[in-house]
């Protein structure tokens, strides 16, 4: 398929539905894109370049990460292939780049910037109670802070989201029309409860 073919596809699947009608796909102007983490990769990259790798007693924060994005930008197809992907594969992916890890400032526009990102999720949750739903800076760096801890990247953004926000959607329902709500850091780190703080909009004459 990576170098053009007309492949056919069983829409259906095709050990239950053998008699059906093949679709047949044109892969000669598809453009197949290949990712993933490749653990350990990286040693292999420091054994090649002759750089140690961080050892126990090390600080291991934003320098770990910045040196981690540092040698995956020097991926060679010979390292791919010492990591295990055959050489007909790797030959077949003629452009290599490597992502760097995000850091605290990607991961806040992770939560903001997206068309359907999780802030903008729950403020449309709250709209369909009539209700605002705003977050100050504080407790976007506080959640991004957190994520990091975690080691996970921007998945880690919506388990930690829906740990705060369970008990808070829970109480939603009950609150009047027309209120506004912020959600800062005293609410992230547990020092506030939301909805105790929180005053209705008045109502314009």
């Known amino acids: 398929m990576l170098e053009g073919t007309v492949a056919n596809v069983p829409p259906q ?7 059906q009608q093949y ?9 197949f894109i290949c990712g993933g983490t490749f ?6 990259i420091r054994k090649r370049l002759g750089k140690k790798s961080l050892g126990f007693g090390q600080p291991t924060s934003m320098k770990e990460d910045a040196e981690l994005g540092e040698i995956l930008a020097q991926v060679t197809t010979e390292d ?3 990591y ?8 077949r992916l003629p452009v290599i780049s490597s ?7 990607g991961l806040v526009r992770v939560l903001t910037e997206p068309k359907n990102s999780l802030l903008k999720q729950y403020q449309a949750l709250f709209e369909m109670e009539n209700c605002g739903l705003d977050f100050s800076a504080g407790a976007l760096d506080l959640v991004a802070s957190r994520a990091m801890e975690r080691g996970v990247g ?9 740990e ?6 829970f109480e939603l329902p009950d609150q009047p029309a027309g209120s506004k709500f912020v959600i800062d850091e005293d609410v992230i780190a547990g020092r506030r409860v939301l909805f105790t703080a929180a005053e209705p909009q008045s109502k314009s004459a």
């Open 99 to 105: 992502l760097a890890p995000l850091d605290k400032q």
């Open 154 to 162: 921007a998945r880690g953004l919506r388990g930690i989201l829906e």
């Open 23 to 31: 679709i047949q796909m044109d892969t000669r102007n598809v453009l």
């Open 164 to 169: 705060i926000m369970l008990d808070i959607m």
């Open 39 to 44: 653990v350990g990769l990286e040693e292999i």
């Open 80 to 82: 791919l292939i010492e």
């Open 13 to 19: 699947g095709g050990r239950k539905h053998p008699e």
């Open 84 to 91: 295990g992907l055959i050489p007909e594969f790797v030959g």
